[in-house]
T-cell receptor, first 112, second 116 residues
């Protein structure tokens, strides 16, 4: 079946540090890939997405590249801010009508 | 459009009681999804609707759970005879459906259920 594996948190970084959150997936088809972010007390918000191999999704300084050969979609940001502190979820949607499948989430804390 | 709305935001109930949650999706979205999220875990799929038709139910959705979307607009999720293991955040999401689901879903803020 379809599944998503994320690196376990929590991840604690100083402001302006480089961020990588690893995400790998298993899918029967050719999925679309997503990163969602959940700020404290709020619902999930779509951060970025990619629908085919070698696509790069980007938003708010975050980037992730769809790597079919390594079945990965790692999230990166060059310089994190305190306001980036949140839980980040990697997700996939396979072909057809299958619903989004999420990873367990990675909590990021950025300290000033 | 104010996005996906869920009501209530918080619900505390005694074990054995019934609870009902409501979700109002984005008006032009055909699909509506229910997910459950427990502490430290990602959202887990429960069920989804295409307009008023319930198309898929997860094995997580026991007989005590029932969801409806009577007119293809808002949806309700009812849990009968609640158990402490039902304590979780219940998330609703909506989407355009079909290939446009590659754009992602829009989630509500969730209903946090605590069963005491």
């Amino acid at each position: 079946g379809n599944s998503v594996t994320q690196m376990e948190g929590p991840v604690t970084l100083s402001e302006e540090a480089f961020l990588t959150i690893n995400c790998t997936y298993t899918a029967t088809g050719y999925p679309s890939l997503f990163w969602y972010v959940q700020y404290p007390g709020e619902g999930l918000q779509l951060l970025l997405k990619a629908t085919k191999a070698d696509d790069k999704g980007s938003n708010k300084g975050f980037e992730a590249t769809y790597r079919k050969e390594t079945t990965s979609f790692h999230l990166e940001k060059g310089s994190v801010q305190v306001s980036d502190s949140a839980v980040y979820f990697c997700a996939l949607r396979d072909l057809g009508n299958t619903p989004l499948v999420f990873g367990k989430g990675t909590r990021l804390s950025v300290i000033a | 459009d104010t996005g996906v709305s869920q009501d209530p935001r918080h619900k505390i109930t005694k074990r054995g009681q019934n609870v009902t949650f409501r979700c109002d999706p984005i008006s032009e979205h055909n699909r509506l999804y229910w997910y459950r999220q427990t502490l430290g875990q990602g959202p887990e799929f429960l069920t989804y609707f295409q307009n008023e038709a319930q198309l898929e139910k997860s094995r997580l959705l026991s007989d005590r759970f029932s969801a409806e979307r009577p007119k293809g607009s808002f949806s309700t999720l009812e849990i009968q005879r609640t158990e402490q293991g039902d304590s979780a955040m219940y998330l609703c999401a909506s989407s355009l459906g079909g290939r446009r689901d590659s754009y992602g879903y829009t989630f509500g803020s969730g209903t946090r259920l605590t069963v005491v």
